[in-house]
């Protein structure tokens, strides 16, 4: 997938460089109004200026998946542990406590499941419901190079414009088809056309090479996507390279809520977020709580 560039100069990404935010901690956040910034700071510490987000939305096209059959059992008890929470409506009002004092990002978008074209997706909730569910910020699905493309970027951006309205963050994320590379040059492409177009935080990939330049060419906070299930080992040294590149956390599902011991891989995530823990000792963390437990 080519670049188009008038200057075919080699690109200076400047990452050893960051990029100020004068006036508030979140990068690229300074502008934006006190309301915003408040429900931000609520889910990124401004301590570390990191979050870890704790997605469980994954039933809104796939189902009861692996780890999230009963959410009152496996999300609930490790809900108080994470910064923020990624789900649904209709999952928060049936399950979760109101009571748990953590921030919630909504899913905002909907439509296909697993059977069907994924990018097929509309806005499936309205603002004033977001208000209602005291949301701290919504969250939708964006399919560049998808199938519907220009419909998940329409959608984005008229949520944006919701979400302006009543000072709530969106968090586009940045949707990878079956059939679309995963690379460096994708998600530079992906994420900066929503940060460009609007979005205040955005959820993309990490890849091994060049991921300091995706964050460094993305003007707003940008937080990891976990994926899928991997050894505990693997997941936190991908999040450890995730933040030491320019991330400013993770929203990390399946490889929580997936473990043999949830509660132990949370407080390890956690150490490696805020505390630049390295993955080995968090690893030896990780086994002793899973132990002691």
């Known amino acids: 997938m080519p670049e188009v560039d008038v200057n075919k100069r080699g690109k200076n990404y400047y990452t050893d460089i960051p990029q100020e935010t004068p006036g508030f901690f979140l990068k690229g956040s300074g502008n934006l109004d006190w309301g915003m910034k408040h429900r931000l700071a609520q889910v990124f510490n401004p301590v570390s200026g990191r979050t870890v987000m704790l997605a469980f939305d994954h039933g809104y096209f796939q189902g009861p998946t692996t780890g999230l059959e009963r959410i009152d059992q496996t999300i609930v008890p490790i809900a108080p542990k994470c910064d923020a929470l990624f789900c649904t409506r209709g999952i928060l009002r049936s399950l979760v ?40 910020g919504i969250g939708i699905q964006v399919f560049i190079g998808g199938e519907y493309e220009t419909r998940s970027v329409h959608n984005m951006t008229r949520l944006v414009d919701m979400g302006m309205r009543y000072g709530i963050p969106v ?13 460096a040059q994708y998600f530079r492409l992906a994420c900066r056309m929503c940060a460009e177009l609007g979005a205040q935080v955005i959820k993309t990939y990490f890849v091994p090479e060049g991921f300091e330049t995706i964050t460094s060419s993305c003007p707003v906070p940008i937080v990891m996507a976990g994926g899928k299930k991997l050894p505990e080992l693997e ?18 599902g399946r490889n929580i ?32 709580l899973k132990n002691e437990k």
């Open 97 to 136: 406590p109101a009571d748990i004092q953590r921030p919630v990002f909504l899913r905002a978008s909907g439509g296909p499941s697993i059977l069907k074209e994924l990018s097929d997706e509309q806005i499936a909730m309205d603002i004033e419901d977001a208000i209602r569910l005291n949301a701290s």
């Open 257 to 288: 809520f997936q473990s043999d011991a949830p509660i132990a891989m949370m407080e390890a995530v956690n150490k490696v977020i805020h505390e630049d823990m390295r993955p080995r000792d968090a690893l030896d963390l990780f086994n002793t």
């Open 171 to 183: 968090m586009a994320v940045t949707a990878v088809g079956k059939e679309m590379v995963r690379d």
């Open 235 to 252: 997941a936190l040294t991908m999040a450890y390279h995730a933040v030491q590149q320019g991330a400013s956390g993770v929203d990390m």
